[in-house]
């Protein structure tokens, strides 16, 4: 059964601390991962990521996939109170065919930023 | 661009009725997807659709249908809704191998 795995389940940090999120997965024929940012309704997208080793950076937020361990990490450094969301891991995993863009979701990580 | 755009935004239903969620996307997207998000469970998938005309289920289809006349909509219905279905509903698109939008969910309880 294809699954993904977010750790840790919850998290409390300070303003300007940095945050690592870890987001493991097991599926079959894996396409890509992707990131997303929850706040208080729809959950926006991060990053997509498909290559091993390969850093996507947007501002102060970067992560990176090592799809020989299966997991990617989220980074975010000098955090804000803004940041506080639920952070989201979800993979596309294929089954043949044509590709579906469908996506198996972690629990995700609730991130609060105290100021 | 209002990207995806769901109706209504809240909905108190009796167990036993019936209603119809509404997916609207003003971006071209093939894809469409419905999802429902529930405390401790992530995002779960409903239902999905590749192109107009076009559904198939995802991970937890039973209770629904769905409906894709038009490119731009995809409709969710529950036939007999049931307390079970009291969660938190999200419609995405996306294009093939692009990232699915989400719109900003409709809060649904049944009682």
């Known amino acids: 059964e294809d699954k993904v795995v977010q750790s840790p389940l919850s998290l409390v940090v300070h303003e300007g601390d940095t945050v690592t999120l870890n987001c493991s997965y097991e599926v079959t024929n894996f396409r890509s991962l992707l990131w997303y940012k929850q706040e208080k309704k729809a959950p926006t997208f991060l990053f997509m990521l498909?290559?091993?080793?390969i850093e996507k950076k947007s501002g102060r937020l970067s992560s990176i996939l090592d799809k020989k361990e299966l997991f990617s990490i989220l980074n975010i450094t000098a955090t804000q109170t803004g940041d506080s969301a639920i952070y989201l891991c979800?993979?596309?995993?294929?089954?043949?065919?044509?590709?579906?863009?469908?996506?198996?979701f972690g629990t995700g990580t609730l991130l609060a930023v105290q100021p | 661009n209002a990207g995806v755009t769901q109706t209504p935004k809240f909905r108190v239903l009796k167990t036993g009725q019936s209603m119809t969620l509404l997916c609207a996307q003003d971006m071209n997207h093939e894809y469409m997807y419905w999802y429902r998000q529930d405390p401790g469970m992530g995002l779960r998938l409903i239902h999905y659709?590749?192109?107009?005309?076009?559904?198939a289920k995802g991970e937890v289809p039973d209770g629904y249908n769905v409906s894709r006349l038009k490119k731009q909509n995809f409709l969710l219905g529950l036939e007999s809704a049931a307390p079970s279905q009291t969660s938190v509903y999200f419609c995405a698109s996306s294009y093939s191998g692009g990232p699915q939008h989400f719109g900003d969910g409709t809060r649904l309880s049944i009682l």
């Open positions: 498909t290559s091993s080793g």
């Open positions: 659709s590749v192109g107009e005309g076009t559904t």
């Open positions: 979800a993979v596309e995993a294929g089954r043949g065919g044509g590709a579906t863009n469908k996506l198996i």
